[in-house]
């Protein structure tokens, strides 16, 4: 029986082993967190990092807002899991202010909407309430209306609930929010403690600081002074100037008349209000009531508590009469053409009144009040033989001097808009608005630019959707589109003017680029060529050949290099500089046949990349050993391509014992010092005074400033780039005159001409290799510089 004993309890010791030790050992600390936590670290992609979070005492949820900084992450991790933590503090105090306002159970619709914190909680309801009013939770309906909206009132209050949780949970610390004494009093009451902010009333809104609000006495909700108060508004501004008085809402006193106060009793707690009269008075809108001791310690106050009776003041109802014509005032009449809302006719007299064709005769014109429908209105006009003749009763209604004036200014923008379909409303308006007489109440640019695209819907031709579209030739300018491809299923269109080409086939040196933000599907890019015009010293680059492309693979490059080759007769292009994009360079090599080099922006882009990657930034930014050698490398164009390949060796035998610098420096040989294409040659900036092609990127950040907005339909960016295409002949007889040249900072002058003196020394032999990559790379950290 001993024996079998011994046997069970080495049985059971066993299990314990098992399940206690070995289990946790072979899933990893992960398992020894609580199951919301580690799916928290899982999430993040911290799960690894479970150790580290153990040893930092980090085992529940709330811990981790609460947790400092854990030793063994990396900067950037540690930044990540920072901005983590304050977001699950949010979602935390969310939970909490459900749960305690008995609101719990619409949290997984709420996460449906992408709800997870109270910040997020406000703008939907806000910005949707459709999805708020359908709702059946009336807890949460009550929330919503009790919600702070103000950013600091928001912030306090997170950090209160914040602080109920710390003290449920025992955390060693609960960090508050500092405010005043009289705003957190006030706060706490009516948002923490379950106050309503929301109007007492059937209207259920907000009661904004900007409006003329009311405190209930007894449960401390506010209303609305328009909302069945019975309180005028001159009767809210005498109040606003007193120190109390009682008053009750609707729902705590539905008895009371609305129109009338309760009597001020002796017991009678202080009445606040909230309305920018208010705020202007001596009245303070915090917990100031003033106590009877007080009151007694004024001496040279008093104060009556006889009730009182406000009397309503009698006001004269409004009356409608005739307005009468005076019989020796001429008036003159003038037809407006195309001036009504339907492009119809409108006539207008000088006294501010307009008129609607309603008949028209052989001999007579009969027009009739444009105001009938909606004032009622029975007075006419007859015209007959050129005389304008008053018939039927006098106008109801008073006039409108202006009318006249906004029936032009609608009849110019319908013209100009239909005139020109493709033309931004802006400017349409702008050139409007010059034909109205100064003083003139006009609708506001927002509504004049609608104004404006209704006047052409419709006419504008759709954006095709397919690549097999038809072009609509009637909305391409004239021998501006010079090509259009498919190959393989793809569309590309390629556009340019007679003078661009003429210019293109002349140029020695092209540079190219492409963006995104003025592309539409199916079109992904607009790939642009640019040249230099020169002039003696003086020069400017212009965009030459405009291409949509679909797709932008080596095939396509060929397909649409080949099309401008054939375009291009004669051609004395020597070299091209595009970004580093191997599709564009392998097509280059294939057809046009003429050297690449490589941008220096974009090369120092892909270096600073790797860098980034490979988690070298933060050490980047610390002088030192490392952030030398990779400023070193950083300075690699600047010498002369026969020695690149020579001073990477010798910085390479140098690289600091530190693997991320060893992947980056394999990541150079691999990528630009053996690399079939992308040789030394193709990059090498000595001796060059083009570098970049920076200037095809700010031409595409212009247009993409000057385009109505991202993504526009492919009819509306033909138009503009055909406007930048005429530009370019202006430009030439510029650069011809010397009148415009490149613009050039003074930083960019100074930068260059010390470069200048740096090519010099180390062509003429005084400075070293080592020597003169140190003194290149102290002139500007290119990295940060290409980033």
């Not at 008073?398 to 493709?422: E, H, S, V």
């Not at 498919?486 to 007679?498: D, P, V």
């Not at 291009?568 to 057809?591: K, L, M, Y």
């Not at 990528?671 to 090498?684: F, L, V």
Request: aromatic residues 8%; contains cysteine.
């Amino acid at each position: 029986m001993v024996e079998m004993n011994n046997v069970c309890f080495a049985v059971a010791v066993a299990v314990a082993v098992v399940t206690q030790v070995l289990v946790p050992a072979v899933k990893g600390p992960l398992s020894r967190l609580n199951p919301d936590l580690a799916a928290w670290l899982t999430e993040h992609d911290l799960q690894h990092h479970a150790h580290l979070f153990i040893d930092a005492g980090v085992k529940r949820m709330v811990d981790v807002v609460e947790m400092g900084p854990i030793h063994g992450l990396s900067l950037e991790e540690q930044e990540r899991t920072t901005a983590a933590a304050f977001s699950l503090k949010n979602r935390l105090v969310l939970n909490h202010l459900l749960d305690k306002h008995g609101a719990q159970t619409s949290l997984p619709r709420l996460e449906t909407l992408g709800v997870r914190t109270m910040k997020e909680l406000v703008y939907m309801a806000d910005a949707f309430p459709e999805e708020f009013t359908e709702t059946k939770d009336e807890r949460l309906s009550l929330l919503l209306l009790s919600l702070p909206r103000e950013k600091k009132e928001m912030e306090f209050v997170t950090e209160e609930i914040w602080k109920e949780i710390a003290a449920l949970h025992n955390l060693p610390s609960a960090r508050g929010w500092s405010m005043p004494s009289t705003l957190r009093d006030e706060v706490v009451t009516v948002w923490v403690d379950g106050g309503r902010r929301g109007c007492a009333q059937v209207c259920k809104k907000s009661c904004k600081d900007s409006q003329q609000c009311l405190q209930c006495d007894n449960c401390n909700r506010w209303q609305h002074r328009t909302c069945n108060t019975g309180i005028s508004e001159d009767y809210y501004h005498q109040l606003s100037q007193m120190d109390d008085f009682p008053w009750n809402c609707s729902n705590c006193s539905p008895n009371t008349s609305d129109s009338t106060l309760p009597s001020q009793g002796p017991d009678a707690e202080s009445t606040r209000l909230q309305a920018s009269t208010a705020a202007n008075s001596n009245y303070n809108v915090g917990n100031t009531d003033i106590s009877m001791d007080e009151v007694q310690s004024q001496q040279d106050d008093f104060n009556i508590s006889l009730p009182f009776a406000v009397a309503d003041q009698p006001v004269e109802e409004s009356i409608n009469h005739p307005l009468e014509i005076p019989e020796d005032e001429e008036v003159c009449y003038e037809v407006l053409p195309g001036a009504s809302r339907r492009g119809g006719e409108l006539l207008a007299d000088t006294l501010g009144y307009t008129y609607v064709i309603r008949t028209t005769g052989k001999h007579k014109t009969t027009y009739i009040c444009s105001q009938r429908n909606s004032k009622g209105c029975s007075a006419k006009v007859g015209f007959r033989d050129t005389v304008y003749i008053r018939e039927g009763s006098d106008h109801t209604h008073a006039p409108d001097m202006a009318f006249a004036a906004r029936a032009k200014l609608g009849r110019i923008i319908r013209k100009a808009a239909r005139k020109d379909i493709f033309r931004h409303a802006g400017p349409i308006v702008d050139e409007a608005l010059n034909h109205v007489p100064p003083g003139v109440q006009l609708p506001s640019v927002d509504n004049l630019k609608r104004a404006v695209h209704r006047a052409r819907a419709g006419l504008r031709p759709s954006h095709p959707t397919a690549k097999d579209f038809e072009l609509d030739m009637r909305h391409i300018p004239v021998d501006f589109l010079q090509r259009d491809i498919m190959h393989e299923g793809e569309r590309f269109l390629i556009f340019a003017t007679k003078k661009q080409l003429e210019l293109l086939i002349n140029a020695k040196v092209w540079f190219t680029d492409g963006t995104f933000k003025c592309s539409k599907e199916p079109f992904i890019q607009l790939y642009s060529i640019h040249c230099f015009v020169r002039s003696g010293d003086i020069m400017k680059q212009n965009p030459l050949c405009f291409i949509l492309m679909t797709r932008r693979k080596k095939e396509d490059y060929k397909a649409v290099f080949h099309a401008i080759a054939a375009l291009t007769p004669g051609r004395q292009v020597e070299e091209i500089t595009p970004d580093f994009e191997a599709a564009v360079w392998s097509a280059v090599c294939c057809v046009l046949k003429v050297p690449v080099k490589g941008c220096w922006f974009h090369w120092s882009q892909a270096i600073y990349r790797h860098i980034v990657d490979a988690g070298l930034r933060a050490a980047y930014k610390k002088p030192g050993e490392i952030q030398d050698y990779v400023r070193y490398m950083m300075a690699l164009p600047h010498l002369p391509y026969e020695h690149i390949a020579g001073a990477f060796q010798q910085l390479k035998d140098r690289c600091p014992a530190d693997e991320r610098l060893v992947g980056l420096t394999h990541y150079i040989e691999k990528s630009w010092i053996t690399h079939k294409r992308r040789k030394p040659e193709s990059w090498s900036t000595f001796r060059r005074f083009l570098r970049t092609n920076n200037d095809c990127e700010g031409w595409h950040n212009h247009l993409n400033s000057e385009l109505p907005h991202d993504h526009p339909n492919m009819y509306i960016l033909i138009p503009f780039l055909h406007q930048e295409a005429e530009k370019v002949e202006r430009t030439v007889q510029l650069v011809c005159q010397q009148v415009v040249q490149r613009q050039r900072t003074q930083e960019a002058k100074s930068k260059q001409a010390a470069l200048e003196k740096l090519w010099d020394k180390y062509a003429s032999g005084q400075y070293s290799t080592f020597g003169y990559l140190k003194k290149c790379s102290k002139k500007r950290d290119h990295a940060e510089e290409a980033s």
